[in-house]
């Protein structure tokens, strides 16, 4: 089966640092997985009414096409107010229904905080670490990945610094690793 891991940016920023991330990761993988950026600009927000009455928004219905036929998923947010950006919440919650229909279930991630400050994301990288828990996507644990005081790890031409390249690779090697004894079957 193709190893496709679906990429998620809690951002919608044009200059995002957490997009650069994101970049650099999708650059870091083996040559047979194959990285998906998934866009949540248009995603509309979740209402249950839509799909109680069969009339699901055409931006939904595309995410959780494109979704499903991902294998895995690297999920890169920032921090907003100590918890995780609307737009990353609410494509978790429109890919978790119909109640049954989760497009989540059973495939491995990888969850990356990026934050100018020094507390490194934290309070966003659990808070999304807890709906991830019940949305059965088993997550790697170790090593954590907190990027803080991330305008140092960022060369002027967006891309990223050597050391922090280092740490990424550790990082993505091991959540390889992670995903082929975890991955659906
Ligand atoms: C922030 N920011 C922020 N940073 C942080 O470390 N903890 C936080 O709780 C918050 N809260 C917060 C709320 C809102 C509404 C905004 C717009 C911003 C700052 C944030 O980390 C910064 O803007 C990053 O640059 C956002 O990530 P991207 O867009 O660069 O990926």
Known sequence: MTKKIGFLVGSLRKESFSKKVATAIAGLFPSDFEPVFISLDDLDMYNQDFDDENRAPASWTTFRETVKD???FVFVTPEYNRSV???LKNALDVGS???GQSVWD???GLVVSV???ALSGFGANHHLRQSLVFLNVPTLQQPEAYLGNVMDMINEDGTIVEGTMTFLKTIVDTYVAFY????KA
Do not use: I, L
């Not at 082929?180 to 991955?183: C, F, G, H, Q, T």
């Open 70 to 72: 991902m294998t895995g």
């Open 180 to 183: 082929e004894a975890n991955k």
């Open 106 to 108: 059973g495939k491995p």
């Open 115 to 117: 934050s100018p400050g």
């Open 97 to 99: 229904r119909p109640y």
């Open 85 to 87: 950006p609307a737009v």
